[in-house]
């Protein structure tokens, strides 16, 4: 069975609207906690859109599970890593005008950028996912780069308009998934996963980690978030 990390990005990115202190995503991170979460997840981004430094020290010393940070290679935001060292880190492309993350690490054209990266991570401590397109020799990059898992991209799948496009890319994504797991890394799934199509990807053999934000939080809107983090478990779990 899949662990779940929730994304808590979208707590903050309500407070930051009005630039106050609530809702506090460190209060989120209990809540999800106790609502049977198996990660944190966080996207401490260059321009601070949601999450703040403040909110990564604070979440290092109080979450009992897993802090996963999604970060830019960015130097300013490693130095970061490396003082906070959360149990892991997942390296993701990062662009100022996107919205969300839109695409997967390109791990071949930046090569040497991230062997660096990745080096001063684990000799802190730190484990190393990268998030990158399913495609077999960014997979292939990802191990000789000194990863030690990748989070395949699922943003194809969850944005398929019909049923058989959305059946091609599960295809894809079973294929890469068993290619991951080939070349010795753990496998981990994410982007645009909700209540409605993430137990297809849940199945997938050898996932051992899907992170999820948008949906639980826009759910936890409506019916608060222990409920939405515990139907997110029991779809997974099935």
């Excluded at 490396?82 to 997942?90: K, L």
């Excluded at 401590?125 to 960014?138: A, N, R």
């Excluded at 699922?154 to 797991?181: F, I, N, R």
């Excluded at 137990?199 to 409920?227: C, F, K, T, W, Y």
Aim: hydrophobic share 45%.
């Amino acid at each position: 069975m899949p662990q779940l990390g929730v994304n808590i990005d979208h707590v903050a990115t309500i407070r930051q609207a009005r630039r106050t202190i609530e809702p506090d995503p460190v209060w989120a991170a209990s809540l999800a906690e106790l609502a049977g979460a198996d990660g944190i997840t966080i996207h401490l981004r260059e321009d601070r859109r949601h999450i703040q430094d403040r909110d990564l020290r604070v979440l290092r010393d109080t979450v009992q599970v897993k802090l996963n940070l999604e970060m830019a290679v960015a130097e300013e935001i490693v130095g970061i890593a490396i003082d906070a060292r959360p149990e892991q880190v997942t390296l993701v492309p990062e662009k100022r005008e996107e919205v969300t993350t839109e695409g997967g690490l390109d791990v071949i054209g930046q090569r040497d950028r991230i062997v660096e990266v990745t080096q001063r991570l684990q000799a802190a401590g730190i484990e190393v996912s990268l998030f990158i397109d399913p495609e077999d020799d960014q997979i292939a990059a990802s191990r000789e780069v000194g990863a030690s898992a990748v989070e395949l991209h699922t943003g194809c799948y969850a944005d398929a308009t019909s049923a058989d496009a959305q059946a091609a890319e599960l295809v894809k994504l079973t294929a890469a998934g068993a290619l991951v797991v080939e070349q010795g890394l753990t496998l981990h799934m994410g982007h645009g996963l909700t209540y409605r199509n993430v137990v297809p990807v849940a199945e997938i053999p050898h996932v051992s980690e899907l992170n999820i934000g948008h949906s639980i939080i826009a759910r936890a809107v409506l019916v608060g978030l222990d409920s939405a983090v515990r139907e997110m478990k029991t779809l997974i779990s099935r």
